[in-house]
Structures are given as structure tokens and as C-alpha cells.
Nanobody, 124 residues
């Protein structure tokens, strides 16, 4: 089992920045892909970004490329999502997720472990 706990959400004005953190514990492994997803009201959960625990490979949704940066600190077992130039359409609950292997799946259905989510609200 892997436990994930997100933090860092909040209310910010358009154009502002937030950093989300995801602390992992339990049976963590270097053979995991860590992902960030988000879900707005009445919308399906969507992929935001992903990173491998080992190596430097990352993947981003087109909607956040150039604005969001995913990173990890292996010593702290923590994954981060730095969000800059935030827009009102970024408003959602943001979830951290993990899946074994090295494949960057864009589907939330292929991630085994989830955090409880953290709310991000961007005002216009």
C-alpha cells in the first residue's frame, strides 16, 4: 500500500502562483510514476502532469505546458506541482496519484493510489 497526502491548495487571483505537495509513504518504490490530476465540478477527472520516481522524465497536459512544473524530492518522498500564471479554468480539486511501472498513463483509471485531494480556486 502507498499513502499519499496532498497539501498547498488555496485561493489565488488569476495570474498568481501556488505550489502543491504530495507526501508519499508506505511501500513506495523507484519504479512508480507519480501523477497529478484535477477534477472540476461536473467534469471528469483529467490528467495534469506526471513524473517518474527515478530519472527526470515528465509529461504534461497541453493545457498546463509552460505554466506548471512537476518535480520530486526522493529524499523526502515528496512530489511537487508548481503552478504559475494560474487561470480561472484551473479551478478544481487536485489529486496526487501513483501507479507502478514507468508508463505515463493519462487515464486516472490506471492509477492505483490516490490522495484525498486539495482544492485550488483561481478568481478572475
Amino acid at each position: 500500500q502507498v499513502q499519499l497526502v496532498e497539501s498547498g491548495g488555496g485561493l489565488v487571483q488569476a495570474g498568481g502562483s501556488l505550489m502543491l505537495s504530495c507526501a508519499a509513504s508506505g511501500r513506495t518504490s523507484s519504479s512508480y510514476v507519480m501523477g497529478w490530476f484535477r477534477q472540476a465540478p461536473r467534469k471528469e477527472r483529467e490528467f495534469v502532469a506526471a513524473i517518474r520516481w527515478s530519472g527526470v522524465s515528465t509529461n504534461y497536459a497541453d493545457s498546463v505546458k509552460g505554466r506548471f512544473t512537476i518535480s520530486r524530492d526522493n529524499a523526502k518522498n515528496t512530489v511537487y506541482l508548481q503552478m504559475n500564471s494560474l487561470k480561472p479554468e484551473d479551478t478544481a480539486v487536485y489529486y496526487c496519484a501513483a501507479r507502478p511501472g514507468r508508463y505515463f498513463s493519462l487515464s486516472y483509471r490506471e492509477y492505483n493510489y490516490w490522495g484525498q485531494g486539495t482544492q485550488v480556486t483561481v478568481s478572475s
